[in-house]
């Protein structure tokens, strides 16, 4: 069975985003997927220095981050957009992931092959796409097979019921099948 993470770039107790990747989640759920809705607020990591990691080694949840990302063949990512990039949390959660712990490890071991869809949502009208330029690139350099299709969704203040699901159907139906399109993809790389 495809397995898949879920996750919002933001820690925010009622982000936007983390609503957005538990809709998209609940359409790779639909789709038959294993889904594992992660919140990074449970995964709190320093940022990165390397006199940090050489003196104090691989912080706890950056580890149980990392075995996560790995233990999984697709990641649905929503990001909040900060000035115009991904958030510095999920950057520094990415650094961490990348990290080797020995020269058994395989390079990008939590990274490589993986298939991801993105998505964003914000209070502008834009909701946060330019953010997904810069982590699509980010991704696609580390040896994830990113998926054309995404979403970002604006005027996220006024866009989510209280339920956490989006008002538009059109937007739910689509966030969903962002879910349900990385399942069919990853399904189809896993195939021997
Ligand atoms: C430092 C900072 C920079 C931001 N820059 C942008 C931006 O460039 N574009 C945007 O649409 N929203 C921007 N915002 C607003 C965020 O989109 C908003 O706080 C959003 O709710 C964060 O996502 P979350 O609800 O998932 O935590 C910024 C917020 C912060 C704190």
């Not at 939590?110 to 991801?116: E, H």
Request: aromatic share 6%; proline share 4%.
């Amino acid at each position: 069975m495809v397995r898949i993470i879920a996750f919002a770039g933001s820690a925010r107790r009622h982000s936007w985003n983390k609503k957005l990747a538990a809709i998209a989640a609940e359409g790779a759920r639909g789709a038959g997927a294993e889904v594992t809705l992660l919140d990074l607020a449970d995964y709190p990591m320093q940022i990165y220095c390397e006199d940090l990691e050489a003196e104090q080694g691989f912080p706890d949840s950056a580890r149980r981050f990392k075995q996560l990302l790995a233990e999984h063949d697709g990641f649905l990512i929503a990001s909040p957009e900060h000035n115009s990039a991904y958030s510095s949390l999920l950057k520094n959660a990415i650094d961490w992931a990348t990290r080797r712990e020995g020269e058994d490890e395989p390079p990008l071991m939590a990274f490589s092959g993986k298939v991801a869809a993105l998505m964003s949502t914000s209070p502008g009208a834009l909701g946060g796409l330019r953010g997904l330029v810069s982590l699509r690139m980010l991704l696609g350099n580390l040896g994830v097979i990113l998926l054309p299709q995404q979403q970002a969704i604006g005027l996220a203040a006024t866009a989510f019921d209280d339920d956490g699901q989006l008002l538009d159907s059109g937007q739910q139906a689509r966030v969903h099948s962002l879910g349900e399109e990385l399942v069919r993809v990853a399904h189809a790389l896993k195939r021997p």
